[in-house]
Nanobody, 127 residues
């Protein structure tokens, strides 16, 4: 089992950047695929990005591709999401998630692919 705690959210102007971080407890962090999801008010939770256990493979939602980078450090049990050129539509609560899913064949992009979730961190982008 792993416990996840997000940080790094805040208020930023459009065009700015945020770096979200997720700290994981437990000794088996490197056993989990890690993902970031977000949920805007009145909308369903949506996939943002995911990274494989080794960090060798990453996948992104089209809405953030080219503007975001997911990375992980298995020695520190952390996974980060760097988001650049932020838009008001990026405003949401961002959640870190961990699971045993693979990232092949379209897997790893749905909430139910992940068993462990953080409490979320709010990111607000003003226009």
């Amino acid at each position: 089992q792993v416990q996840l705690v997000e940080s790094g959210g805040g208020l930023v102007q459009a065009g700015g950047s945020l770096r979200l971080s997720c700290a994981a407890s437990g000794r088996t962090f490197s056993s989990y695929t890690m993902g970031w999801f977000r949920q805007a008010p009145g909308k369903e939770r949506e996939f943002v990005a995911a990274i494989s256990r080794s960090g060798g493979r990453t996948v992104y939602a089209d809405s953030v591709k080219g503007r975001s980078t997911i990375s992980r450090d298995n020695t520190k049990n952390t996974v980060d999401l760097q988001m650049n050129n932020l838009k008001p539509d990026d405003t949401a609560v961002y959640y870190c998630a961990g699971g045993t899913t693979l990232l092949d064949y379209g897997l790893g992009r749905r909430s139910y692919d992940y068993a462990y979730w953080g409490q979320g961190t709010q990111a607000t982008v003003s226009s």
